[in-house]
């Protein structure tokens, strides 16, 4: 059992910046690939950002050089930095963890287990 908890999340203007943190129970962090994801009001759960144990990182056509995805085995913790942010990037962000990757990593089912979501506001 994973248990992951997200941090970081605010209120920030558009072009500004904000860092979420998700801090992973369990010493078998560095075999999980991880993911973001979010979800705006009245729309689905989207992919945002995974990146898998070799540390290889997949973006969203829609966050593609504005947002980077990183992690910290040492500390059991996987990041995204959010750059240039817009007013559509305004959501709840969870963050995923996936014990047996089978090249999905973009949908939803693919992770294992969820936190409970950070919310982000980008106002205009």
């Known amino acids: 059992q994973v248990q992951l908890v997200e941090s970081g999340g605010g209120l920030v203007q558009a072009g500004g910046s904000l860092r979420l943190s998700c801090a992973a129970s369990?010493?078998?962090?560095?075999?999980?690939?991880m993911g973001w994801f979010r979800q705006a009001p009245g729309k689905e759960r989207e992919f945002v950002a995974a990146?898998?144990?070799?540390?290889?990182?997949y973006y969203a056509d829609s966050v593609k050089g504005r947002f980077t995805i990183s992690r910290d085995n040492a500390k059991n913790t996987v990041y995204l930095q959010m750059n240039s942010l817009k007013p559509e990037d305004t959501a709840v962000y969870y963050c995923?963890?996936?014990?047996?990757?089978?090249?999905?990593?973009?949908?939803?089912?693919?992770?294992?287990?969820w936190g409970q979501g950070t919310q982000v506001t980008v106002s205009s």
């Open positions: 995923a963890a996936d014990r047996y990757y089978s090249g999905s990593y973009f949908s939803r089912d693919e992770y294992d287990y």
């Open positions: 369990g010493r078998t962090f560095s075999s999980y690939t």
């Open positions: 990146i898998s144990v070799s540390g290889r990182t």
